[in-house]
């Protein structure tokens, strides 16, 4: 894992830290984000695919964001990323957790979870818990996809078993709206939101046919209505935002009671945490 141009902030301007920044609504958010002159830094995991997209936000805003890349399939990526970027920036004023996956074929990654909820959800989960003293306010992309969920803190390698790739995608956006909410309640320092950006025209899910067929049946949003929401929360002033809210078109939403159950939050964070060997 590399880190390019990370020197500290200039403390006149914002520092917004976006995941899944190579493509996409993390792209798209980072562009929006530099335009209004914020200082963005990109996370993602293809080195050629970040170099493209810090050229695209230095086109848009006069200047080259610094960029790390991080496999989140890997959680010791995780950690070298998070002691990178503490050791650049005393402070992140916004950290946006955008990178995702979904995953087509049951796949165990090497510190044994399914991808699926390691890539959505620990891998955010770790990085977040080992920023947490930094970061002023986390931004979660969810998705109206948990309906799908069927998460068991007790078992979050479940969708091994009987593999749907829709439904360990929903989990593990189930999973990111419980996190949200817990965080919340255990970070009041920290504005902690999500939201769902639509059903968004990217390549995520273009290794399937079947969903990228149906994808093509959908009305699809473009990158930059889909990373409208993450803006806008990114942006506003705290008073005017719900801590641990659910939103979608800047407006806040109430995800399903599967999503928005307190008991159920509280577990899936000791459970994270006894996952990726952090103190619940």
């Known amino acids: 894992m590399t880190g ?10 914002r520092l917004v830290v976006v995941t899944g920044a190579s493509a996409g609504i993390g792209l798209a958010a980072a562009v929006e984000l530099a335009r209004r002159g914020d200082q963005v830094v990109l996370v ?6 970040l170099r493209t ?31 990178q970027l503490r050791a650049a920036y005393d402070r992140i004023d916004v950290l946006a957790n955008n990178a995702g996956a979904i995953v087509l074929a049951p796949v165990t990654t090497v ?28 931004v979660v992309t969810a998705s109206g996809a948990h309906r799908s969920g069927v998460l068991d803190p007790d078992d979050l390698n479940a969708s091994l078993r009987r593999y749907r790739p829709l439904t360990a995608y929903g989990t593990s956006k189930q ?35 079947l969903v990228a067929v149906g994808m093509r ?16 929360l990114a942006s506003q002033d705290r ?4 801590d641990g809210g659910y939103y979608f078109d800047c407006r806040p ?6 999503a928005a159950d307190p008991q159920l939050a509280a577990r899936l964070w000791t459970a994270s945490a006894a996952a990726v060997g952090l103190p619940a």
């Not at 390019?4 to 301007?13: E, K, M, Q, Y």
């Not at 230095?58 to 080259?64: A, M, V, W, Y």
């Not at 991808?115 to 002023?136: E, G, I, K, M, Y």
């Not at 939403?253 to 599967?258: A, E, F, N």
């Open 111 to 138: 510190d044994g979870f399914e991808l699926s909820v390691q890539a959505n959800h620990l891998a955010p989960f770790l990085l977040t818990n080992l920023l947490a003293d930094r970061v002023r306010r986390m």
């Open 253 to 258: 939403r109430r995800p399903l009671r599967k």
């Open 44 to 49: 993602g995991r293809d080195p050629s695919r």
């Open 239 to 242: 008073s005017r935002l719900r």
């Open 175 to 209: 999973a990111n709206i419980l996190f949200t909410a817990e965080a919340a309640r255990r970070w009041p320092q920290i504005g902690s939101y999500c939201f769902h950006p639509g059903v968004v025209r990217t390549r995520f899910g273009n290794e399937s046919r």
């Open 53 to 83: 997209a810090a050229d695209e936000v230095r086109e848009s805003s006069g200047e080259r964001p610094a960029v790390f890349r991080a496999d989140f399939a890997v959680l010791d990526d995780v950690r070298q990323l998070a002691e």
């Open 4 to 13: 390019v141009n990370g020197s500290l902030r200039d403390t006149d301007r």
């Open 217 to 232: 049946l959908l009305p699809l949003r473009s990158p930059g209505k889909g990373a409208q929401t993450l803006v806008w």
